[in-house]
């Protein structure tokens, strides 16, 4: 069975930075093209971000430029560097492979003040 567990999130000013991380168990990692998803509340879950085994990397419009995913197969980790945060950008986010088939970690909330 598959876990998913992520962390990093907090409550950060506009304009600032966090680093959300995903930790995967029960998968061969690197084999999945793995991406962060994120729900606001009051809304349907959305895709954020993406990276391919290979490393090939996609991105919403609304943070391309800001944000970067990274994965370490040897951690079975994929990583979200989140620069100039907006207040836009609150919500919960998390992780799963592309598509999106694995039953959802517990996420991280990020609330982004003005």
């Known amino acids: 069975q598959v876990r998913l567990d992520e962390s990093g999130g907090g409550l950060v000013q506009a304009g600032g930075s966090l680093r959300l991380s995903c930790t995967v168990s029960g998968s061969i990692f690197s084999v999945n093209n793995m991406g962060w998803y994120r729900q606001a509340p009051g809304k349907q879950r959305e895709p954020v971000a993406h990276i391919s085994g290979g490393g090939f990397t996609h991105y919403s419009d609304s943070v391309k430029g800001r944000f970067a995913i990274t994965r370490d197969d040897d951690k079975n980790t994929v990583y979200l560097q989140m620069n100039s945060l907006k207040p836009e950008d609150t919500a919960a986010y998390y992780c799963?492979?592309?598509?999106?088939?694995?039953?959802w970690g517990p996420g991280t909330q990020v609330t982004v003040s003005s």
């Open positions: 799963n492979r592309v598509p999106s088939t694995w039953a």
